[in-house]
DNA sequence: GCAGTATGTTTCCTTTGACAACATTGTTTC
DNA sequence: GAAACAATGTTGTCAAAGGAAACATACTGC
């Protein structure tokens, strides 16, 4: 009678491959995971897997709607409202995302990619829509204290956004030609949210 | 004696391949290249490929090398000066931009991520850097005809391609929550030009 | 306690990238 | 102009990966 070696059933298989392949991305980056190295991590046969995902895409789908799980959190938390005016609100909003961006470069990117793909899964878009829906609530709150012009908030934030994505996908190791991408991010900050100033 | 059913040599292989792959990245995007295939479509043997490019990486930046050299070439044309004024200039260069991007949307994909790796060679990055040298120019003369406010140019640029690239980043079938990126695109430029306008 | 289902395993197949040894063609040098 | 040599392509082989089918074990509801 042995002590259970190992026992039949894992238990929570998913989800430890989930975590075990965020762990792996964060590592060697997306080229590094594959099913059977995960399910050796997990002391587990490697066909396994297939019984929570459909395929391997279907992991890393999941893995990316949970990638903006985390980054919906995080935003939430930066958008919460400290009274600081606008301008101070939106760059501690746009440093968080580029906070999380750099934190877990190949997760973030993965998660766009697959949220470009043509088949990408509904609750994939829908977990993206979440995480990108503070932004207009902070530019809406802009709105009415005065400091921003009048519009369709999402519409207005998503310049604001693009800004901060598109700098981090045109910079190369958190800075663009020696210059670190926090400063960048206030620069660009600063300057937008004087261009979106009511014109009386 | 045979007329040649095929010749030892095939003659230009590195040029066919990269070619091959060019059409394979269009067709099904990166995850349907294989070094095989393209040699079967080349008629040529399975190894062959590795006279030319250490392993697959490296057929892939050259690829991408090949991507911003075309890139910089659409940047060119679309630069030029026809007396427009800056935000007619600006938002010429956004959409060629834009449309290089929707046009060939694997081949884009895979030149920046191909610039992100670590190790990615320097030819690459060279590549890149000649592409986005543009849109500094613009704005330099932009400046030079009191249109844009003072500053290091090549910064001024850096957050306009940024909201242009995030906006294909965060968008999805080249357009977002319905609207076309050729209208956004419009919309964000001529914001970000009223904000540069040199505040007298 | 028993039937049915969920979960994990074994075994096998095909494709892929990479490597080594060899064959053919093109080029240079004397 | 022929012999060495370099460049280029081929054959054969390997290990690793994703995927599929058939089977084994544990759990659940009745």
């Given at each position: 009678m042995k002590a259970s070696p190992r026992p039949y059933h894992h238990g929570n298989l998913r989800e430890a491959l989930l975590e075990a392949a965020a762990r792996a991305l964060e590592t060697?980056?997306?080229g590094s995971l594959t099913l059977r190295e995960l399910s050796r991590e997990l002391g587990v046969?490697?066909?396994?897997?297939?019984?929570h995902f459909a395929d391997k895409q279907a992991l890393l789908d999941a893995l990316a709607v949970r990638g903006f799980e985390r980054l919906d959190a995080v935003m939430a938390r930066a958008a919460k409202d400290r009274g600081e005016d606008?301008?101070?609100?939106?760059?501690?909003?746009?440093?968080?995302?580029?906070?999380?961006?750099?934190?877990?470069?190949?997760?973030f990117g993965l998660m766009f990619e697959a949220k470009h793909r043509a088949d990408a899964p509904p609750v994939l878009l829908d977990a993206s829509d979440g995480?990108?829906?503070?932004?207009?609530?902070?530019?809406?709150?802009?709105?009415?204290?005065?400091?921003?012009?009048?519009?369709?908030?999402a519409r207005l934030s998503l310049?604001?956004?693009?800004?901060?994505?598109?700098?981090?996908?045109i910079s190369t190791n958190g800075q663009f030609k020696g210059i670190p991408l926090d400063r960048l991010v206030a620069e660009i900050i600063e300057r937008l949210v004087w261009g979106l100033r009511p014109r009386e």
């Open positions: 060697g980056g997306v046969s490697h066909t396994s897997p297939r019984r606008f301008n101070a609100r939106l760059t501690r909003l746009a440093r968080a995302y580029v906070g999380f961006a750099l934190k877990h470069p190949a997760w995480a990108f829906a503070h932004p207009p609530a902070v530019f809406a709150q802009g709105q009415a204290a005065g400091e921003v012009v009048v519009g369709d908030p310049g604001a956004m693009a800004a901060v994505h598109g700098l981090l996908s």
